[in-house]
């Protein structure tokens, strides 16, 4: 008796998953690549300005072996080649600044892990929170984000942040760069408040701005002196989490947005002789692009489908801006804030800004591949299609940077195949039969 209801069970749950894909997991991880892999007729956006008409890119154990025109390509043996024809490949596109694996639903606090209490945090690492089994990440690298940034929010310092592909098991399987640098939100120089009762929003000098510059400037000599001792007699984890950027080797990032607040940071920064330094939002960067070049900041701008950050500034300006600070020398980056799950559509601000900001679309794809990847330092993993990098590419209908053309038939990362399955596909299966569509 007790086997017949065992064996009805089972029978019961497998139809239950056979007719009922729409409550299924997210896809798993892609395998290992094991064997070569050739897609050829393509056109091939590199992704450092070069396009290469009739292409072919050769692929082994996840490294880019040959980028190239087609016929050309020394064949590896055993092969598996892929016609790609009228298709366009591209680099994985590379979102800044966000907190995607580090919240999933936005009024589930239960969800939500991206800040700790407290105004001084360096020591919190955004790589131990990384959630791989986000619901949002698959729904991003079907519009081409092979790579996100997850950034700690809140508080004057508010921690490091760590780089992942959006394929994995979990955050050692997925993590492309640890702790790539601190985050540090510079006080404004003017200060805005909403009023409740007539909706309006008045702006007024930071009384409080300097007091925090202080502190910043405080948290930073203390490190300094502590990191200066080679084995400290207690130990300091906030103090000894700021060593890497003291040292030169992971960024600090700077929120910052009025030109004032871009200045005064920048300088700071250089009292303490820190030499890579990110200017992250910079709204007014423009006003300073000389100052910017000549120090060697990069800036990684705020998402330009808005409205300008002032009544008097150009309508346009959003959408410039990525053009000027180019054009004036600045590496720029476009990012998509926190926004974490409408970071699917990033590839279409840099195409915007190829619209209108003076750039061609393959400077604007930059944007969000080449300088995004020097800036987080993995320019030798990712950011452009050549020989001896990873493997981590999109092949698409048409360009990415067009909502039209971006219609993502293939992804590999590290050389595999990734499932580009989703809930909002699953979703659109289970209800386009309700409503008629076929």
């Known amino acids: 008796m007790i086997q017949k209801i065992i064996a009805g069970t089972i029978n019961t749950l497998i139809t239950l998953a056979a007719i009922s894909p729409a409550f299924s997991q997210n896809p798993a991880p892609a395998l290992p690549q094991s064997k070569p892999m050739v897609l050829t007729g393509a056109t091939i956006h590199v992704g450092n300005g070069q396009v290469i008409q009739n ?62 209490v407290g105004e001084i945090n360096p020591h919190v690492r955004a790589l131990v929170a990384y959630n791989t089994d986000s619901e949002v990440i698959p ?23 760590s780089v992942f592909y959006s394929d994995g098991w979990n955050w050692e399987d997925a993590v492309l760069k640890k702790d790539d640098g601190i985050w540090v939100s510079w006080p404004p120089f003017l200060a805005s408040s909403f009023n409740y009762d007539d909706f309006s929003v008045s702006t007024k000098r930071n009384d409080k701005r300097q007091e925090v510059i202080d502190l910043i400037r405080a948290t930073f000599s203390e490190a300094k002196g502590y990191n200066a001792v080679a084995e400290p007699a207690s130990v300091n984890l906030r103090m000894a989490a700021l060593k890497p950027v003291l040292a030169g080797t992971a960024n600090l990032y700077i929120r910052a947005e009025y030109a004032k607040d871009i200045i005064e940071a920048v300088k700071l920064a250089k009292e303490f002789d820190i030499k890579r330094v990110v200017i992250v939002g910079g709204d ?5 692009a000389a100052f910017l070049k000549e120090n060697q900041v990069s800036v990684v701008l705020n998402p330009t489908h808005r409205l300008p950050g002032r009544v008097d500034e150009n ?124």
């Open 55 to 116: 292409g072919v890119i050769a692929f082994d154990k996840g490294i880019i072996t040959y980028v190239g025109a087609a016929g050309s390509n020394p064949a590896a043996a055993g092969a598996e080649t892929v016609e790609v024809k009228g298709k366009h490949i591209f680099p994985g596109v590379i979102s800044l600044n966000t907190t995607v694996g580090l919240q999933e639903i936005a009024t589930v606090r239960a969800t939500l892990d991206f800040a700790e």
């Open 139 to 161: 729904t991003l690298r079907g519009n081409g984000i092979l790579v996100s940034q997850a950034v700690p929010q809140g508080g004057v310092i508010s921690g490091s942040s």
């Open 284 to 288: 007014e960067a423009y006003k300073v």
């Open 315 to 438: 309508v346009y300006m959003p959408y410039e801006l990525p053009g000027l600070l180019h054009k004036a020398g600045v590496k720029v980056a476009i990012t998509y804030a926190d926004e974490w799950w409408r970071t699917r559509n990033l590839a279409f601000l840099a195409g915007t800004s190829s619209g209108f900001g003076n750039v061609t679309p393959e400077e604007a794809l930059q944007f969000v591949t080449k300088n995004a990847a020097e800036i987080i330092g993995a320019e030798r993993e990712v950011g452009t299609l050549e020989k001896g990098k990873h493997a981590s590419l999109i092949v698409s209908e048409g360009d990415i940077l067009d909502m039209r053309g971006n219609v993502v038939g293939m992804v590999f990362v590290k050389g595999g195949k990734v499932n580009l399955d989703d809930k909002q596909k699953r979703l659109y299966e289970k209800y386009k039969t309700k409503y008629g569509k076929k």
